[in-house]
Protein backbone atom coordinates (compact mmCIF):
# COMPACT_ATOMS: atom_id res chain seq x y z
CA UNK A 1 0.00 0.00 0.00
CA UNK A 2 1.30 3.40 -1.08
CA UNK A 3 0.68 5.78 2.23
CA UNK A 4 -0.84 9.66 1.05
CA UNK A 5 0.29 11.97 3.32
CA UNK A 6 -0.65 14.89 4.02
CA UNK A 7 0.65 18.55 2.06
CA UNK A 8 3.50 19.80 3.81
CA UNK A 9 3.65 22.40 6.20
CA UNK A 10 5.41 25.59 6.20
CA UNK A 11 8.48 25.65 7.46
CA UNK A 12 8.82 27.64 11.11
CA UNK A 13 4.93 27.51 11.75
CA UNK A 14 3.63 26.65 14.74
CA UNK A 15 0.33 24.30 15.11
CA UNK A 16 -1.74 23.96 18.25
CA UNK A 17 -3.60 20.89 19.33
CA UNK A 18 -5.13 19.28 22.28
CA UNK A 19 -3.02 16.16 22.02
CA UNK A 20 0.37 15.55 19.91
CA UNK A 21 1.73 11.89 19.55
CA UNK A 22 4.94 10.99 18.84
CA UNK A 23 5.00 7.23 16.77
CA UNK A 24 2.17 5.71 14.31
CA UNK A 25 2.58 2.27 15.55
CA UNK A 26 0.47 -0.18 17.78
CA UNK A 27 0.03 2.36 20.30
CA UNK A 28 0.08 5.95 18.34
CA UNK A 29 -2.44 4.41 16.23
CA UNK A 30 -4.98 3.46 18.73
CA UNK A 31 -3.80 6.90 20.92
CA UNK A 32 -5.52 8.84 17.42
CA UNK A 33 -8.19 6.85 17.48
CA UNK A 34 -9.82 7.15 21.34
CA UNK A 35 -8.83 10.79 21.52
CA UNK A 36 -10.28 11.45 18.32
CA UNK A 37 -13.40 10.07 19.68
CA UNK A 38 -12.87 11.72 23.19
CA UNK A 39 -13.62 15.17 20.52
CA UNK A 40 -9.83 16.18 21.02
CA UNK A 41 -7.92 17.57 18.32
CA UNK A 42 -4.86 15.78 17.61
CA UNK A 43 -1.75 15.62 15.43
CA UNK A 44 0.60 12.18 15.10
CA UNK A 45 4.78 12.45 14.23
CA UNK A 46 6.49 9.45 13.04
CA UNK A 47 9.86 9.42 11.14
CA UNK A 48 8.85 6.59 9.38
CA UNK A 49 6.50 6.31 5.72
CA UNK A 50 4.04 5.01 6.94
CA UNK A 51 1.85 3.60 9.69
CA UNK A 52 3.17 0.37 11.46
CA UNK A 53 6.10 1.04 14.19
CA UNK A 54 7.95 -1.79 14.79
CA UNK A 55 6.07 -3.91 11.68
CA UNK A 56 7.21 -1.46 9.80
CA UNK A 57 11.04 -1.28 10.12
CA UNK A 58 11.24 -5.56 11.18
CA UNK A 59 10.81 -6.89 7.59
CA UNK A 60 13.58 -9.59 8.28
CA UNK A 61 13.25 -12.74 6.73
CA UNK A 62 11.42 -15.16 8.89
CA UNK A 63 10.03 -12.07 10.83
CA UNK A 64 6.75 -13.17 12.88
CA UNK A 65 4.61 -12.98 16.26
CA UNK A 66 6.37 -14.74 18.52
CA UNK A 67 4.62 -14.52 21.49
CA UNK A 68 1.25 -16.06 21.79
CA UNK A 69 -0.52 -15.29 18.16
CA UNK A 70 -3.00 -14.48 15.93
CA UNK A 71 -5.94 -13.84 16.08
CA UNK A 72 -5.56 -12.27 19.19
CA UNK A 73 -2.54 -9.96 18.62
CA UNK A 74 -4.78 -7.23 17.45
CA UNK A 75 -6.91 -4.46 18.91
CA UNK A 76 -10.37 -5.17 20.90
CA UNK A 77 -11.67 -1.60 21.26
CA UNK A 78 -13.69 -2.61 18.04
CA UNK A 79 -15.77 -6.02 17.56
CA UNK A 80 -15.84 -5.35 13.57
CA UNK A 81 -12.75 -5.41 13.35
CA UNK A 82 -12.69 -8.71 14.24
CA UNK A 83 -15.32 -9.72 12.65
CA UNK A 84 -14.52 -8.52 9.08
CA UNK A 85 -10.27 -9.65 9.23
CA UNK A 86 -9.42 -13.04 9.02
CA UNK A 87 -6.17 -13.94 10.32
CA UNK A 88 -4.54 -16.88 8.01
CA UNK A 89 -1.69 -18.27 10.46
CA UNK A 90 -0.68 -18.64 14.32
CA UNK A 91 1.85 -16.68 14.54
CA UNK A 92 1.71 -14.37 11.72
CA UNK A 93 4.44 -13.37 9.34
CA UNK A 94 5.19 -9.50 9.44
CA UNK A 95 3.90 -8.64 6.07
CA UNK A 96 0.42 -9.99 7.13
CA UNK A 97 0.29 -8.18 10.72
CA UNK A 98 1.25 -4.62 8.99
CA UNK A 99 -1.46 -5.62 6.40
CA UNK A 100 -4.09 -5.56 9.57
CA UNK A 101 -2.41 -2.17 10.62
CA UNK A 102 -3.04 -0.70 7.49
CA UNK A 103 -6.58 -1.96 7.45
CA UNK A 104 -6.71 -0.88 10.60
CA UNK A 105 -5.71 2.63 9.46
CA UNK A 106 -8.20 3.00 6.39
CA UNK A 107 -10.94 1.69 8.56
CA UNK A 108 -10.64 4.90 11.05
CA UNK A 109 -9.14 7.17 8.43
CA UNK A 110 -5.96 7.73 10.38
CA UNK A 111 -3.69 8.92 8.13
CA UNK A 112 -5.16 12.12 7.75
CA UNK A 113 -3.87 13.28 11.83
CA UNK A 114 -0.21 11.66 10.72
CA UNK A 115 2.62 13.28 9.82
CA UNK A 116 5.47 10.97 8.23
CA UNK A 117 8.49 10.89 7.04
CA UNK A 118 9.09 13.73 10.38
CA UNK A 119 11.28 13.23 12.98
CA UNK A 120 10.57 15.06 16.53
CA UNK A 121 13.79 16.42 17.04
CA UNK A 122 13.20 19.05 20.30
CA UNK A 123 9.95 18.11 22.69
CA UNK A 124 9.60 20.93 25.59
CA UNK A 125 7.70 22.06 28.15
CA UNK A 126 6.63 25.78 29.14
CA UNK A 127 5.41 25.87 32.51
CA UNK A 128 3.53 29.24 32.12
CA UNK A 129 2.00 28.21 29.21
CA UNK A 130 1.41 24.58 30.44
CA UNK A 131 1.86 23.04 27.41
CA UNK A 132 4.89 21.35 25.58
CA UNK A 133 5.76 22.39 22.09
CA UNK A 134 7.52 19.96 19.41
CA UNK A 135 9.83 21.01 17.06
CA UNK A 136 10.52 18.31 13.98
CA UNK A 137 13.03 17.35 11.17
CA UNK A 138 10.31 19.42 8.49
CA UNK A 139 10.45 22.78 10.28
CA UNK A 140 7.09 22.73 11.69
CA UNK A 141 6.58 23.10 15.42
CA UNK A 142 3.57 21.88 17.35
CA UNK A 143 1.97 22.69 20.40
CA UNK A 144 -0.48 20.96 22.98
CA UNK A 145 -1.07 20.91 26.74
CA UNK A 146 -0.77 16.85 26.86
CA UNK A 147 2.20 14.86 24.83
CA UNK A 148 1.74 11.09 24.31
CA UNK A 149 5.24 8.97 24.08
CA UNK A 150 4.14 6.25 21.67
CA UNK A 151 7.38 5.75 20.43
CA UNK A 152 7.89 2.34 21.36
CA UNK A 153 9.74 -0.41 23.15
CA UNK A 154 11.73 -1.88 20.66
CA UNK A 155 12.73 0.60 18.24
CA UNK A 156 16.15 2.15 18.83
CA UNK A 157 18.25 -0.21 17.52
CA UNK A 158 21.41 -1.11 19.22
CA UNK A 159 24.22 -1.01 16.95
CA UNK A 160 27.80 -3.13 18.09
CA UNK A 161 31.05 -1.17 18.86
CA UNK A 162 33.20 -3.05 16.86
CA UNK A 163 36.77 -2.53 15.83
CA UNK A 164 36.83 -1.97 12.09
CA UNK A 165 33.20 -2.43 11.46
CA UNK A 166 32.51 0.55 9.42
CA UNK A 167 35.35 -0.21 7.40
CA UNK A 168 33.00 -3.65 5.87
CA UNK A 169 32.81 -3.06 2.40
CA UNK A 170 30.02 -5.59 1.65
CA UNK A 171 25.91 -5.25 2.26
CA UNK A 172 25.41 -4.37 6.07
CA UNK A 173 21.66 -4.54 7.48
CA UNK A 174 20.42 -4.39 10.70
CA UNK A 175 17.23 -6.46 10.82
CA UNK A 176 15.19 -3.71 13.19
CA UNK A 177 15.81 -1.56 9.85
CA UNK A 178 15.60 -3.84 7.22
CA UNK A 179 14.88 -2.39 3.66
CA UNK A 180 11.71 -2.54 1.76
CA UNK A 181 13.66 -4.16 -1.45
CA UNK A 182 13.93 -7.23 -1.74
CA UNK A 183 17.50 -8.38 -0.02
CA UNK A 184 19.02 -11.71 -1.90
CA UNK A 185 21.72 -14.21 -0.15
CA UNK A 186 21.77 -16.34 -2.98
CA UNK A 187 25.60 -17.33 -3.93
CA UNK A 188 26.81 -15.00 -0.71
CA UNK A 189 28.76 -15.57 2.47
CA UNK A 190 26.74 -14.16 5.15
CA UNK A 191 27.49 -13.41 8.67
CA UNK A 192 24.73 -13.14 11.24
CA UNK A 193 25.73 -11.24 14.84
CA UNK A 194 23.05 -11.90 17.65
CA UNK A 195 21.22 -15.15 18.29
CA UNK A 196 18.06 -13.51 19.88
CA UNK A 197 14.78 -13.34 18.97
CA UNK A 198 15.12 -11.55 15.25
CA UNK A 199 19.34 -14.30 14.92
CA UNK A 200 16.89 -17.23 15.59
CA UNK A 201 13.97 -15.99 13.44
CA UNK A 202 16.09 -15.03 10.42
CA UNK A 203 18.97 -17.63 10.34
CA UNK A 204 17.35 -21.17 9.43
CA UNK A 205 15.88 -18.73 6.24
CA UNK A 206 19.52 -17.08 5.21
CA UNK A 207 20.74 -20.63 5.45
CA UNK A 208 18.68 -22.01 2.98
CA UNK A 209 19.87 -19.54 0.00
CA UNK A 210 23.30 -18.39 1.07
CA UNK A 211 26.45 -20.08 -0.09
CA UNK A 212 27.53 -20.26 3.50
CA UNK A 213 26.74 -18.76 6.90
CA UNK A 214 28.69 -17.83 9.70
CA UNK A 215 26.55 -17.52 13.22
CA UNK A 216 28.50 -15.21 15.73
CA UNK A 217 27.07 -16.56 18.99
CA UNK A 218 27.00 -13.67 21.62
CA UNK A 219 25.34 -15.97 24.07
CA UNK A 220 23.43 -19.27 23.82
CA UNK A 221 19.47 -19.17 23.87
CA UNK A 222 16.43 -21.48 24.93
CA UNK A 223 14.29 -21.82 22.04
CA UNK A 224 11.14 -23.85 21.52
CA UNK A 225 9.60 -25.04 18.24
CA UNK A 226 6.61 -22.31 16.87
CA UNK A 227 4.45 -24.87 15.94
CA UNK A 228 3.30 -22.36 12.93
CA UNK A 229 0.09 -23.31 11.45
CA UNK A 230 -3.04 -22.54 9.62
CA UNK A 231 -5.62 -20.59 12.31
CA UNK A 232 -8.98 -22.94 10.66
CA UNK A 233 -12.55 -21.69 9.80
CA UNK A 234 -13.98 -22.77 12.93
CA UNK A 235 -11.65 -21.04 15.22
CA UNK A 236 -12.11 -18.00 13.38
CA UNK A 237 -15.54 -18.44 14.20
CA UNK A 238 -15.08 -19.75 17.63
CA UNK A 239 -12.86 -16.45 18.26
CA UNK A 240 -15.91 -14.34 16.70
CA UNK A 241 -18.81 -15.63 18.64
CA UNK A 242 -18.41 -14.93 22.25
CA UNK A 243 -16.23 -11.78 21.24
CA UNK A 244 -17.02 -10.20 24.85
CA UNK A 245 -16.27 -13.48 26.75
CA UNK A 246 -13.12 -13.39 25.13
CA UNK A 247 -11.99 -9.73 25.80
CA UNK A 248 -13.08 -10.66 29.54
CA UNK A 249 -10.50 -13.74 29.66
CA UNK A 250 -8.15 -11.60 28.06
CA UNK A 251 -8.74 -8.87 30.85
CA UNK A 252 -8.00 -11.74 33.52
CA UNK A 253 -5.30 -13.33 32.39
CA UNK A 254 -1.71 -12.27 33.03
CA UNK A 255 -0.61 -11.81 30.29
CA UNK A 256 -3.61 -10.51 27.94
CA UNK A 257 -4.29 -13.95 26.29
CA UNK A 258 -7.86 -15.23 26.44
CA UNK A 259 -5.77 -18.70 28.01
CA UNK A 260 -7.46 -20.14 30.92
CA UNK A 261 -5.12 -20.12 33.96
CA UNK A 262 -3.62 -23.00 36.08
CA UNK A 263 -2.03 -23.66 39.05
CA UNK A 264 0.25 -26.72 37.96
CA UNK A 265 3.69 -26.34 39.92
CA UNK A 266 6.32 -28.17 38.38
CA UNK A 267 7.69 -29.66 41.77
CA UNK A 268 4.76 -31.34 42.74
CA UNK A 269 5.01 -33.89 39.93
CA UNK A 270 7.77 -36.52 39.38
CA UNK A 271 10.60 -36.03 37.09
CA UNK A 272 8.99 -38.43 34.82
CA UNK A 273 5.72 -36.46 34.47
CA UNK A 274 7.49 -33.46 34.37
CA UNK A 275 9.27 -34.57 31.09
CA UNK A 276 6.43 -35.93 29.81
CA UNK A 277 4.32 -32.76 29.93
CA UNK A 278 7.02 -30.67 28.59
CA UNK A 279 7.13 -33.33 25.78
CA UNK A 280 3.27 -32.98 24.96
CA UNK A 281 4.40 -29.07 24.75
CA UNK A 282 7.13 -29.21 22.97
CA UNK A 283 5.29 -31.65 20.14
CA UNK A 284 2.48 -29.03 19.99
CA UNK A 285 4.96 -25.56 20.08
CA UNK A 286 4.07 -22.27 20.02
CA UNK A 287 4.46 -19.97 23.34
CA UNK A 288 1.91 -21.90 25.65
CA UNK A 289 4.83 -24.24 25.61
CA UNK A 290 5.79 -21.53 28.49
CA UNK A 291 1.98 -20.09 29.22
CA UNK A 292 0.91 -24.01 29.85
CA UNK A 293 3.63 -24.98 31.70
CA UNK A 294 4.55 -24.76 35.44
CA UNK A 295 3.67 -21.68 37.49
CA UNK A 296 6.82 -22.23 39.77
CA UNK A 297 9.57 -21.82 36.53
CA UNK A 298 10.22 -18.39 37.26
CA UNK A 299 10.67 -18.81 41.31
CA UNK A 300 12.42 -22.05 41.60
CA UNK A 301 16.08 -22.41 40.97
CA UNK A 302 15.04 -26.32 41.23
CA UNK A 303 11.49 -25.94 38.86
CA UNK A 304 13.50 -24.06 36.32
CA UNK A 305 16.38 -26.29 36.17
CA UNK A 306 13.62 -29.32 35.30
CA UNK A 307 12.86 -27.11 32.16
CA UNK A 308 16.23 -25.78 31.53
CA UNK A 309 17.43 -29.73 31.28
CA UNK A 310 14.52 -30.73 29.01
CA UNK A 311 15.50 -28.35 26.18
CA UNK A 312 19.11 -28.62 26.76
CA UNK A 313 18.45 -32.57 26.10
CA UNK A 314 16.56 -31.41 23.13
CA UNK A 315 19.62 -29.40 21.58
CA UNK A 316 21.67 -32.88 21.94
CA UNK A 317 19.12 -34.33 20.45
CA UNK A 318 18.61 -32.27 17.47
CA UNK A 319 21.79 -31.04 16.66
CA UNK A 320 24.14 -33.87 15.16
CA UNK A 321 27.59 -32.47 15.66
CA UNK A 322 28.01 -32.97 20.02
CA UNK A 323 30.56 -29.57 20.15
CA UNK A 324 28.25 -27.60 17.98
CA UNK A 325 25.61 -29.08 20.38
CA UNK A 326 27.66 -27.89 23.42
CA UNK A 327 28.14 -24.56 21.98
CA UNK A 328 24.70 -24.10 21.47
CA UNK A 329 23.87 -24.92 25.52
CA UNK A 330 22.31 -22.37 27.37
CA UNK A 331 23.79 -21.70 31.09
CA UNK A 332 21.55 -19.33 32.36
CA UNK A 333 18.05 -19.73 34.23
CA UNK A 334 15.43 -20.72 31.05
CA UNK A 335 12.45 -17.61 30.59
CA UNK A 336 14.69 -14.74 32.21
CA UNK A 337 15.72 -13.73 28.62
CA UNK A 338 13.18 -13.26 26.31
CA UNK A 339 11.62 -17.17 25.54
CA UNK A 340 12.20 -17.53 21.95
CA UNK A 341 9.66 -19.56 19.42
CA UNK A 342 11.70 -21.02 15.80
CA UNK A 343 11.07 -22.52 13.06
CA UNK A 344 14.02 -25.08 12.69
CA UNK A 345 16.60 -22.84 14.10
CA UNK A 346 18.59 -25.72 15.79
CA UNK A 347 18.06 -28.03 12.81
CA UNK A 348 19.86 -25.43 10.77
CA UNK A 349 23.40 -26.25 12.51
CA UNK A 350 22.88 -29.79 10.96
CA UNK A 351 23.29 -28.28 7.23
CA UNK A 352 27.15 -28.26 5.56
CA UNK A 353 26.53 -24.49 4.99
CA UNK A 354 26.53 -23.05 8.46
CA UNK A 355 29.23 -22.49 11.24
CA UNK A 356 28.84 -21.47 14.44
CA UNK A 357 31.11 -19.17 16.10
CA UNK A 358 31.10 -19.06 20.15
CA UNK A 359 31.65 -15.67 20.72
CA UNK A 360 32.55 -15.97 24.23
CA UNK A 361 35.58 -18.67 23.71
CA UNK A 362 36.56 -17.51 20.41
CA UNK A 363 35.69 -12.92 19.89
CA UNK A 364 35.39 -10.77 17.13
CA UNK A 365 38.97 -9.05 17.03
CA UNK A 366 38.09 -7.08 14.33
CA UNK A 367 36.66 -6.18 10.72
CA UNK A 368 38.06 -6.04 7.54
CA UNK A 369 36.74 -4.35 3.92
CA UNK A 370 35.99 -8.63 3.62
CA UNK A 371 35.72 -10.50 6.63
CA UNK A 372 35.19 -10.43 10.19
CA UNK A 373 38.43 -11.58 12.43
CA UNK A 374 37.90 -13.50 14.99
CA UNK A 375 40.43 -15.16 17.81
CA UNK A 376 40.49 -18.50 16.07
CA UNK A 377 40.92 -16.81 12.55
CA UNK A 378 39.37 -15.16 9.12
CA UNK A 379 36.15 -15.71 7.89
CA UNK A 380 35.48 -13.95 4.65
CA UNK A 381 31.79 -12.58 4.03
CA UNK A 382 29.89 -10.96 1.54
CA UNK A 383 27.18 -9.85 3.95
CA UNK A 384 26.79 -8.55 7.43
CA UNK A 385 23.37 -9.18 9.26
CA UNK A 386 22.93 -7.45 12.45
CA UNK A 387 20.87 -9.02 14.78
CA UNK A 388 21.99 -7.16 17.85
CA UNK A 389 18.42 -6.04 19.05
CA UNK A 390 17.53 -3.09 20.16
CA UNK A 391 18.39 -0.50 23.58
CA UNK A 392 15.05 -1.91 24.78
CA UNK A 393 11.90 -0.33 27.04
CA UNK A 394 13.58 3.04 28.00
CA UNK A 395 16.21 3.73 24.81
CA UNK A 396 13.15 5.21 22.77
CA UNK A 397 12.20 7.75 25.71
CA UNK A 398 15.69 8.72 26.31
CA UNK A 399 16.46 9.35 21.91
CA UNK A 400 13.41 11.33 22.10
CA UNK A 401 15.18 13.41 25.62
CA UNK A 402 12.04 15.39 26.18
CA UNK A 403 12.85 18.54 28.86
CA UNK A 404 10.44 18.98 31.42
CA UNK A 405 10.09 21.89 34.12
CA UNK A 406 13.17 23.92 34.50
CA UNK A 407 14.36 22.35 31.24
CA UNK A 408 15.44 19.72 32.83
CA UNK A 409 16.09 16.69 30.45
CA UNK A 410 14.93 12.92 30.61
CA UNK A 411 18.90 12.08 30.47
CA UNK A 412 19.32 13.89 33.89
CA UNK A 413 16.18 12.89 35.22
CA UNK A 414 17.34 9.32 34.45
CA UNK A 415 20.76 8.89 34.89
CA UNK A 416 20.89 6.20 37.66
CA UNK A 417 17.36 5.02 37.60
CA UNK A 418 14.03 5.54 35.12
CA UNK A 419 12.47 7.19 37.73
CA UNK A 420 8.18 7.10 36.59
CA UNK A 421 5.16 6.36 38.44
CA UNK A 422 2.86 3.73 37.37
CA UNK A 423 4.88 3.02 34.03
CA UNK A 424 2.98 6.24 32.74
CA UNK A 425 4.64 9.68 33.87
CA UNK A 426 7.59 11.05 35.19
CA UNK A 427 8.32 13.93 37.99
CA UNK A 428 9.26 16.93 36.27
CA UNK A 429 7.50 16.36 33.10
CA UNK A 430 3.81 17.20 33.39
CA UNK A 431 0.85 16.46 31.38
CA UNK A 432 3.76 13.70 29.31
CA UNK A 433 2.53 10.15 29.30
CA UNK A 434 4.54 6.97 28.03
CA UNK A 435 2.95 3.74 26.44
CA UNK A 436 4.42 0.72 27.04
CA UNK A 437 7.63 2.34 29.33
CA UNK A 438 9.79 1.14 32.06
CA UNK A 439 7.58 0.62 35.43
CA UNK A 440 5.11 -1.27 32.95
CA UNK A 441 4.15 -4.69 31.99
CA UNK A 442 5.47 -3.54 28.77
CA UNK A 443 6.52 -6.04 26.61
CA UNK A 444 5.64 -8.90 28.99
CA UNK A 445 1.78 -8.21 27.94
CA UNK A 446 -0.28 -8.57 24.69
CA UNK A 447 1.22 -5.11 23.66
CA UNK A 448 -1.91 -4.04 21.49
CA UNK A 449 -4.61 -4.69 24.32
CA UNK A 450 -1.80 -3.31 26.74
CA UNK A 451 -1.66 0.18 25.02
CA UNK A 452 -5.47 0.30 24.72
CA UNK A 453 -6.11 -0.20 28.52
CA UNK A 454 -3.20 2.10 29.41
CA UNK A 455 -4.64 4.70 26.80
CA UNK A 456 -8.53 4.11 28.34
CA UNK A 457 -6.54 5.18 31.81
CA UNK A 458 -5.29 8.37 30.42
CA UNK A 459 -8.15 9.52 28.24
CA UNK A 460 -10.24 9.44 31.71
CA UNK A 461 -7.47 10.75 33.57
CA UNK A 462 -7.48 13.68 30.80
CA UNK A 463 -11.13 14.08 31.52
CA UNK A 464 -10.53 14.01 35.14
CA UNK A 465 -8.53 17.09 34.87
CA UNK A 466 -10.62 19.19 32.62
CA UNK A 467 -13.38 18.76 34.90
CA UNK A 468 -11.77 20.21 37.51
CA UNK A 469 -10.33 22.75 36.17
CA UNK A 470 -6.41 21.97 36.33
CA UNK A 471 -3.94 22.62 33.38
CA UNK A 472 -0.80 20.04 34.71
CA UNK A 473 -0.03 16.95 36.18
CA UNK A 474 2.75 15.35 37.32
CA UNK A 475 3.48 12.30 39.91
CA UNK A 476 5.44 13.02 43.18
CA UNK A 477 8.93 11.84 43.66
CA UNK A 478 7.97 9.86 46.94
CA UNK A 479 5.25 8.30 44.19
CA UNK A 480 7.69 7.85 42.18
CA UNK A 481 10.38 5.98 44.65
CA UNK A 482 7.31 3.99 45.57
CA UNK A 483 6.48 2.59 42.67
CA UNK A 484 10.33 1.97 41.88
CA UNK A 485 10.35 -0.13 44.90
CA UNK A 486 6.87 -2.20 43.89
CA UNK A 487 8.25 -3.03 40.27
CA UNK A 488 11.59 -4.02 42.15
CA UNK A 489 9.87 -6.03 44.73
CA UNK A 490 7.82 -8.21 42.32
CA UNK A 491 11.10 -8.63 39.76
CA UNK A 492 13.07 -9.35 42.70
CA UNK A 493 10.05 -12.32 43.83
CA UNK A 494 11.58 -13.99 40.17
CA UNK A 495 14.67 -15.40 38.70
CA UNK A 496 14.62 -12.74 36.40
CA UNK A 497 16.71 -9.88 37.37
CA UNK A 498 19.61 -12.74 38.05
CA UNK A 499 20.03 -13.12 34.60
CA UNK A 500 21.89 -10.27 31.97
CA UNK A 501 19.30 -9.28 29.47
CA UNK A 502 17.76 -6.64 27.65
CA UNK A 503 15.13 -6.65 30.07
CA UNK A 504 17.83 -5.52 33.09
CA UNK A 505 19.95 -3.16 30.14
CA UNK A 506 22.82 -5.42 29.96
CA UNK A 507 23.06 -5.34 26.47
CA UNK A 508 23.73 -1.56 26.28
CA UNK A 509 27.00 -0.40 28.41
CA UNK A 510 26.47 2.39 30.84
CA UNK A 511 22.61 1.52 30.89
CA UNK A 512 21.79 1.65 34.85
CA UNK A 513 21.19 -2.60 35.33
CA UNK A 514 18.11 -3.48 37.21
CA UNK A 515 14.62 -4.84 36.18
CA UNK A 516 12.88 -2.17 35.05
CA UNK A 517 9.29 -4.34 34.09
CA UNK A 518 6.38 -4.57 35.89
CA UNK A 519 6.10 -8.05 36.33
CA UNK A 520 2.63 -8.64 37.84
CA UNK A 521 0.48 -9.10 34.85
CA UNK A 522 -2.88 -8.38 34.73
CA UNK A 523 -2.34 -6.82 38.22
CA UNK A 524 -0.77 -3.81 37.11
CA UNK A 525 -4.27 -2.63 35.48
CA UNK A 526 -6.22 -3.37 38.96
CA UNK A 527 -3.60 -0.94 40.21
CA UNK A 528 -3.75 2.15 38.15
CA UNK A 529 -7.54 1.46 38.64
CA UNK A 530 -7.63 1.54 42.21
CA UNK A 531 -5.13 4.55 41.74
CA UNK A 532 -8.19 6.32 39.79
CA UNK A 533 -10.45 5.35 42.15
CA UNK A 534 -8.59 7.23 44.57
CA UNK A 535 -8.72 10.58 43.04
CA UNK A 536 -5.39 10.11 41.08
CA UNK A 537 -3.33 9.49 44.67
CA UNK A 538 0.02 10.00 44.06
CA UNK A 539 -0.02 13.11 41.41
CA UNK A 540 0.94 16.63 42.36
CA UNK A 541 -2.21 19.24 40.46
CA UNK A 542 -2.23 22.58 39.52
CA UNK A 543 -4.62 24.61 38.25
CA UNK A 544 -4.96 26.15 34.86
CA UNK A 545 -3.81 28.99 34.02
CA UNK A 546 -5.64 31.90 32.99
CA UNK A 547 -4.63 33.28 29.15
CA UNK A 548 -4.13 36.83 31.20
CA UNK A 549 -1.62 34.96 33.82
CA UNK A 550 0.92 33.33 31.17
Given at each position: ??S????P???????????V??????????????????????R?Y?????????????????A???????????Y?????????????E???????????????????????????E???????????????????????????????????????????????I????????????????????????????????????S?????????H??????????????G???????????A??????????M??????????????????????????????????????????????????????????????????????????????M?????????????????????R????????????????????????????????????T?????S????R?????????S????W??R???????????????????????????????????????????????????G??????????????????????????????????????????????????????????I??????????????????????
Open positions: MTTNQPRKSGSIEHYDVIIGAGVSGMYALHHFREMGLSVVDGASDIGGTWWYNRYPGRVDGPGSPFYCTFSEKLMQEWDWATQSEQSAVLAYLEHVADRFDLRRDIQFTWVEDARYDEAAQRWTVETSTGVSASAPFLICAVGALSTTNMPDIPGNDFAGECYHTGRWPHEPVSFEGKRVAVIGTGSSGIQIPEIAREAAVTVLQRTAQYSVPANRPITPEEMAEREDFDAICAKHANPGGFPFDNHTRMALDHTPEERNAHYEKLWQRGGFKFFLDGYNDIAVSEEANASLADFIRDKIREIVHDPETAEKLPDYFVMTKRPILDDGYFETFNDNVTLVDLREDPIERFTPTSVVTRSGEHPIDMLVLAGFDAIGSMLLNPKGRGGMLEERQDFHNYLGLTIAGFPNLFMIHGPGSPGVFYNMPLGAERQLNWIGDFMGHLEKHMGAVEPTTDSEEAWGNEVSGIANATLFPRTDSWWTGANIPGKPRYFSAYLGGSLYYQRADVAAKDYEGFAFEQAHRADDA
